[in-house]
């Protein structure tokens, strides 16, 4: 008990100290050391595969869950294939829609290192947020969408990123939640997508994260 006192205090207190010394960067430093904690993310997330399970809510009606493992491509790309064994899919626009919706979060869970170094590097800053940096941009997966990150300004996670972009002419807006796990793992644990033309959302939770 004591032990894990003196263990949280420390980090309290090396915590502290790196906020102090963050916020006396300029802003190019900052972003620096925002893209160098980002990159080191992602290099540990490409180390895991995971299940994405999909919820579908449409114009009132429910339909299958949609099943996909997520894991990476050696270019660095993200890649996302259909489980075997998940329940057969209606041939209906509302599944295929949802099927490109996936294929957008995949981009944006997982961009290349090229895709988040411009990014960091073009976007701009706001280090006044309360406990949150936010950085906003656009132009990062899709050609003209927008973006904005909220990244914690203790351990430079990102805690959630929010895009809007267009599909089939639609406007569609999403939300990606990140969260740590007991083992440290930081991960994107919940995609929200509302497409208001068309009044549908789409859930997607993102479990079972297993290390290659």
């Known amino acids: 008990m004591f032990r894990s006192m003196i263990r949280c205090i420390a980090f309290c207190f090396c915590s502290f100290i790196t906020s102090i010394s963050f916020a006396q960067q300029s802003d190019s430093t900052k972003k620096q050391l925002l893209l160098l904690s980002a990159t080191e993310t992602l290099n540990t997330l490409r180390t895991y595969e995971w299940t994405m399970k999909t919820d579908i809510s449409a114009r009132d009606k429910k339909y299958p869950v949609l099943l996909y493992n ?3 491509n050696k270019d660095g790309s993200m890649l996302l ?3 075997a064994g998940a329940a057969p899919l209606p041939d209906d626009p509302a599944v ?10 995949s981009k944006y869970t997982g961009p290349t290192d090229a895709q988040l170094t411009a990014f960091y590097k073009t976007s701009g800053m706001q280090t006044d947020s309360g406990n949150m940096i936010e950085l906003s941009g656009g132009d990062y997966m899709i050609k003209e969408d927008k973006v904005t990150m909220d990244i914690d300004k203790i351990i430079f ?6 895009f809007t972009t267009v599909i089939d002419e639609d406007d569609v ?14 991960h994107p644990s919940k995609v929200k997508v509302d497409i208001p033309a068309k009044r549908m959302s789409v859930i ?3 479990t079972d994260f297993v290390k290659r």
């Open 157 to 162: 996670m990102v805690r959630g990123l929010t």
């Open 70 to 72: 997520v894991k990476w």
């Open 173 to 186: 807006m999403g939300t990606i939640e990140y969260t740590v796990d007991n083992n440290g793992l930081k």
């Open 81 to 83: 294939t259909e489980k």
């Open 204 to 206: 997607f939770n993102n």
């Open 96 to 105: 295929q829609l949802v099927q490109k919706l996936a294929a957008l979060i």
